[in-house]
């Protein structure tokens, strides 16, 4: 992709190299769009299957029954393994502050203020959650700067099957350009738009009907001084969660079906009666009153069916789920030692593969923010409410979506008084979300019962 860099640097963008950029990201567009299909269970591979065709197999003397069932039970773990991520990631919203050191200067007022508004009407603790799902679905995710009708700084998730982001050192939190393109419908019929950003312009072009060449119908500033496009790794190699154990997933969900097969199957197994000898009238009277009348002690009624290893197929399901959230970094929160008998350092190692993912993620978030930040800083420093580089200053905290044992932490936080500042000690209990506020309302109380204190002293 470093190739393309080069080619834009040199001659700028062309729709030639818009083609190519496109036909380049095929294959991952194509791989991504497939993960959220069946993220969503619209495509799943085991909906597809077929019975197996014997060739030769009837003779007229032996007739198939296992071919009339065929259950598709699609065992969604790629949705639970990635909404239990989020869930525990997000769940708690990530909490915005500056880092304002030894000053409170009525400088950086504006900037928290517009901070504060900006994520009111982002309504940001939603598309935070929606961006971190896309991006451990599909392996990153992407999210798009623009200014709307009103002038406000705005942001919007962009599918990531729709973005390629060129970066010259290899990181998609930090774009050199970006291009997102699209199907749509138009009055000449479907055709394909394409976008291109840089640090100060959005080209835009468009395909012919077939898609096969674009040409260029316009261009503005963005207003912004850095590539407004950009991305949140999920992780290095940009893979999704759940990408190493789909061929076990498919494991499961083909022997959980072959064994609802096996169970429904039973009913349309052959009677076999032995000594008994009956006409179809018999039959006929079998089947409406289910009784057999046998008049000899060797006369028998049975059905021909299989030998079904339940304990087999149970330990094999067991170990494929077993496997399944181990290698995708997962937990079962409806394991029965879930629970209250599972705290403290116990609970952190059941939940060691699932933080050490997450953790992973929120570097990758942290860095993606302060891109977004730097971007957005570009555009308040125009209107005077910060200077170009405070996005240096904004910092985001990360809480886990986990059982509170309030007692322990209330406890352990009274242990810190005087070993670590007010801040940092009140940013480590879960029942506090905004630690400014927090420290604002006990100045208040401190205000407020100084008074009493000195009157009484009189």
């Known amino acids: 992709m470093k190739d393309f860099i080069g080619a834009i640097k040199k001659n700028g963008i062309t729709p030639r190299l818009i083609s190519e950029m496109i036909e380049a990201h095929k294959l991952d567009h194509e791989r991504m769009k497939a993960q959220y299909e069946r993220y969503k269970a619209d495509v799943v591979p085991i909906q597809s299957r077929k019975t197996v065709e014997y060739e030769d197999f009837e003779t007229g003397a032996i007739k198939r029954i296992d071919n009339k069932v065929n259950n598709t039970l699609n065992n969604s773990f790629d949705s639970d393994i990635v909404d239990t991520k989020v869930g525990y990631m997000f769940g708690i919203p990530i909490t915005y502050d500056m880092d304002r050191g030894e000053s409170k200067s009525d ?134 969660d759940v990408e190493k154990v789909y061929s076990l997933i498919d494991a499961y969900d083909r022997t959980l079906s072959d064994a609802s097969n096996e169970i429904e199957q039973y009913r349309l197994a052959y009677l076999v009666l032995r000594g008994i000898v009956a006409d179809d009238e018999d039959l006929k ?108 200053k904004v910092f985001f905290t990360f809480k886990r979506n986990i059982p509170v044992d309030l007692l322990s932490e209330a406890q352990a936080n009274q242990s810190l008084l005087g070993l670590v500042s007010e801040r940092t000690r009140l940013s480590a209990l879960t029942i506090v979300d905004d630690v400014q506020y927090e420290l604002d309302e006990m100045a208040k109380e401190a205000d407020d019962i100084e008074p009493i204190v000195s009157k009484e002293g009189d």
């Open 285 to 392: 009277k079998i089947n409406r009153t289910g009784i057999l009348q046998m008049l000899d002690e060797k006369d028998d009624v049975n059905y021909l069916t299989k030998d079904i290893n339940d304990q087999m197929i149970e330990n094999h399901l067991d170990r494929l789920e077993e496997n399944i959230l181990r290698f995708s970094g997962s937990v079962n929160f409806g394991d029965g030692t879930f629970g209250t008998s599972v705290t403290g350092i116990a609970l952190k190692y059941k939940l060691m593969a699932l933080e050490t993912k997450c953790m992973m993620m929120e570097r990758k978030m942290s860095a993606a923010l302060r891109y977004q930040y730097k971007v957005l800083c570009s555009s308040w420093s125009k209107r005077g409410k910060c200077k170009e580089e405070d996005y240096l």
């Open 107 to 240: 400088v950086e007022l504006p900037l928290l203020a517009e901070l504060e508004t900006f994520n009111i009407r982002n309504a940001i603790e939603d598309k935070d959650s929606e961006w971190g799902k896309k991006a451990a679905i599909c392996g990153y995710g992407a999210r798009l700067a623009y200014i709307d009708v009103e002038g406000n700084e705005r942001v919007t998730n962009i599918n990531p099957w729709e973005v390629l982001i060129l970066s010259e050192v290899g990181n998609i939190t930090e774009p050199t350009f970006a291009l997102r393109y699209f199907k749509t419908s138009t009055d000449e019929g479907e055709v394909y738009k394409a976008e291109f950003y840089d640090d100060s312009t959005i080209y835009y072009f468009q395909s012919d009907n077939n898609g096969g060449s674009y040409s260029l119908v316009n261009q503005s500033s963005h207003l912004f001084n850095f590539v407004p496009l950009f991305g949140l790794p999920n992780n290095e190699e940009l893979k999704g």
